[in-house]
Antibody
Framework: EVQLVESGGGLVRAGGSLRLSCAASGFIFSSYSMNWVRQAPGKGLEWVSS????????FYADSVKGRFTISRDNAKNSLYLQMNSLRAEDTAVYYCARDLPGGDGDYFDYWGQGTLVTVSS | SYELTQPPSVSVSPGQTARITCSGDALPKKYAYWYQQKSGQAPVLVIY???KRPSGIPERFSGSSSGTMATLTISGAQVEDEADYYC???????????FGGGTKLTVL
């Protein structure tokens, strides 16, 4: 059974930093691209960042580029998101999601339960 | 930036057919995907590549796409189908991964 378990969320002041982790199990982690997707309170889903299996290619949404860094450790079956220079608008539940190759691009097939990040101004 | 547009809400009575639309300029060339999110839970994939249904998803969920619009249809909607539904796709370059704004489905 595929499991994705996020951790590391919490309350942080604007301008501060936080590191999120996602522990993966039930599949060969090193074979899949992975993502972070967030959801602000009462709002919709927003893709944040993607990293391919080998870490050779990394992508960010414009809203976090230059402030967030995605990484992974395939030996530990873990995905990370280092968040710096946090802003109030970064307040959201952050989901870890696995990518599955589709006919014309990847899509998210499994999601974790999310971890809440609250940035106080 | 690329956008996918969904109606904010759809309401049906139990047993009726619910249709949720998603419009986007790249949809003639790109697949649409649909996610169901119940209150306080993580999203769940219900339709992929326009019309395919993952294992475990009830047959009453179906998808279609024509031109710039994709549609999620729930035939004989049930109370447990109440949720927010999000379409997902990419722009024509494949570089921008985008969700629609979400549609709240009410079944009562």
């Amino acid at each position: 059974e595929v499991q994705l378990v996020e951790s590391g969320g919490g309350l942080v002041r604007a301008g501060g930093s936080l590191r999120l982790s996602c522990a993966a199990s039930g599949f060969i982690f090193s074979s899949y691209s992975m993502n972070w997707v967030r959801q602000a309170p009462g709002k919709g889903l927003e893709w944040v960042s993607s990293i391919i299996s080998s870490s050779s290619y990394i992508f960010y949404a414009d809203s976090v580029k230059g402030r967030f860094t995605i990484s992974r450790d395939n030996a530990k079956n873990s995905l990370y998101l280092q968040m710096n220079s946090l802003r109030a608008e970064d307040t959201a539940v952050y989901y870890c999601a696995r990518d599955l190759p589709g006919g014309d691009g990847d899509y998210f097939d499994y999601w974790g339960q999310g971890t809440l990040v609250t940035v106080s101004s | 930036s690329y956008e996918l547009t969904q109606p904010p809400s759809v309401s049906v009575s139990p047993g009726q057919t619910a249709r949720i639309t998603c419009s986007g300029d790249a949809l003639p060339k790109k697949y649409a995907y649909w996610y169901q999110q119940k209150s306080g839970q993580a999203p769940v994939l219900v339709i992929y590549e326009d019309f395919k249904r993952p294992s475990g998803i009830p047959e009453r969920f179906s998808g279609s796409s024509s031109g710039t619009m994709a549609t999620l249809t729930i035939s004989g909607a049930q109370v447990e189908d109440e949720a927010d539904y999000y379409c997902y796709s990419t722009d024509s370059s494949g570089n921008h991964r985008v969700f629609g704004g979400g549609t709240k489905l009410t079944v009562l």
